[in-house]
């Protein structure tokens, strides 16, 4: 089927859009990449135990689990663009309350408000785009989402490494503030950027549908495309959604198995992005080569070198996803990353302690694992980073999207949250060597699973994908309109 849209395409204004909508993408990853080098500080100002820091850094992403879940179910009430705003202004508010307050509880509390909101921006963002961008071009359009996260990420490790070399280390005041504080400050720029941006981009013509509101999804249908166009999407719009009610959290269950299939699907690659432990290397990065022996100044430009590695796989992917397709990207991913995740267990299992007992690895075994973490994190940028929120935001059809995306943020955050939090214990209890010979199993999983499981979503319109009707028993078939993707 040929899935150009008829007519002209406002790509000035679809540009635009993508571009205010994916400072969400950039949201997500500085707040991500923020925590990483302020440990120390966050130990001295609270007293934190290995497991009180991991339930600090974690408490964020207990915040991003409710954040998406309820950002989804909020999305087909409000709106995308709503929500969105709200989300903007969470954030803010938490990056000033993080940078400022001492007392560790409200500390905690600021963390999963931010968390609220990140977690919010990473559903809404893809969501929004998906359902503003052409389908010939959507995927390239969507990743742009992942080039946001990652640019955000580096940004933070970028302007943490900036603090800590001008205060001497993360512990040294600039202006009366430690330098780790100012890394939780200057999150609340893009916030601002983002709140004022939002104010000058539509609402979902998807959304507008679903609540009744046809003249003004026509309306913006025909500024990102043309009247014909417009009116032609507007009736195929229609035809997907439940003439009996409006969107609602049931419709993503099936009798018998909790959730329709293509629910399932969704849920399988939004924790197995986790189950990887790629938010390692982005959150405890720092951490990670100070065990592995380097210096704080050598283990923050180690974190850019990632950061950069990263950009540089996105961008690869965002050429590749309309040509080979999704799935392709999700196995070469996985391949890449069982590799490189074996190599760097093998590094680590070959390391020894120093007096202190801090790891100490050879010259061979550091340098591999260097490189391994470089090469794994550009496998995961080239394909499940960008690929898993491109096809959690097309996947499903426009009854169950909201929903369906409220399910699976949940689950993804949720994982994201248990992987960041066992890591500190796993790694003093029972070595890096085992803590990554677990993700690197993962990894492998992974792989069979999209092979059995994913089907492609490449040039289909939004209106085309199927999955959500579902069978009066639970004994039924998986028909043409409910099989996975």
Sequence with gaps: MDTTPRGTVNTALITAIVAVATIGGLLFGYDSGAVNGTQGGLIEEFDLSPTALGFTVGSLLIGCAFGAFFAGRLADVMGRRTVMLYAAGLFLVSALVQGLIDVHSWFVVARFAGGMAVGAASVLSPLYISEMAPANIRGRLTTVQQVMIITGL????????VLAQ????????????????????????????????????????RYLVARGR????????????????????????????????????????????????????????????????????????????????????????RNILSG??????????????????????????????????????????????????NLVLGETAGWTALVAANL?????????????????????????????????????????????????????????????AFYTVSAVISFFLVRAFITETKGKELEEMEGWTAPEAAGDAITPTTRIG
Excluded at 171 to 188: D, H, K, N, T, V
Excluded at 268 to 281: E, K, P, S, W, Y
Excluded at 392 to 402: A, S
């Design 376 to 436: 794994y994190v550009l496998f995961f940028n080239f394909s499940w980073g960008p690929v898993m929120w491109v096809m959690l935001g097309e996947m499903f059809p426009n009854q169950i999207r909201g929903s369906a995306l409220a399910v699976c943020g949940l689950a993804q955050w949720a994982a994201n949250y248990l992987v960041v939090q066992s890591f500190p214990w796993m790694a003093e209890n029972l070595g890096l060597a085992a803590t990554y």
């Design 214 to 301: 046809i003249e003004e999804a026509r309306d913006v249908l025909a500024r990102l495309f043309d009247q014909a166009t417009a009116d032609r999407k507007i009736e195929e719009i229609r035809a997907t959604f439940d003439a009996d009610h409006r969107p609602r959290l049931g419709d993503v269950t099936r009798k018998g198995t909790i959730f329709l299939p293509i629910v399932w699907a969704g849920l399988l690659l939004a924790t197995f992005q986790q189950f990887v432990g790629i938010n390692i290397i982005f959150y405890y990065g720092e951490t990670l080569w100070r065990l592995a022996g380097v210096s704080e100044e050598t283990a923050l430009e």
């Design 154 to 161: 580096t940004a933070a490790f970028v302007v943490n490494y």
């Design 166 to 205: 001008t205060a001497g280390n993360s512990l040294s005041e600039i202006g009366g503030l430690p330098a780790w504080r100012w890394m939780y400050l200057a999150q609340a720029v893009p916030a601002v950027v983002f709140l004022v941006a939002l104010f000058f981009i539509p609402e979902s013509p």
């Design 308 to 357: 950069l590695v990263s950009i540089a796989a996105v961008f690869a992917a965002l050429l590749m996803i309309d040509k080979i397709g999704r799935k392709p990207l999700l196995m070469i991913g996985s391949v890449g990353m069982a590799v490189t995740l074996g190599a760097m267990t093998w590094a680590f299992a070959g390391g020894g302690t120093d007096p202190a007992g």
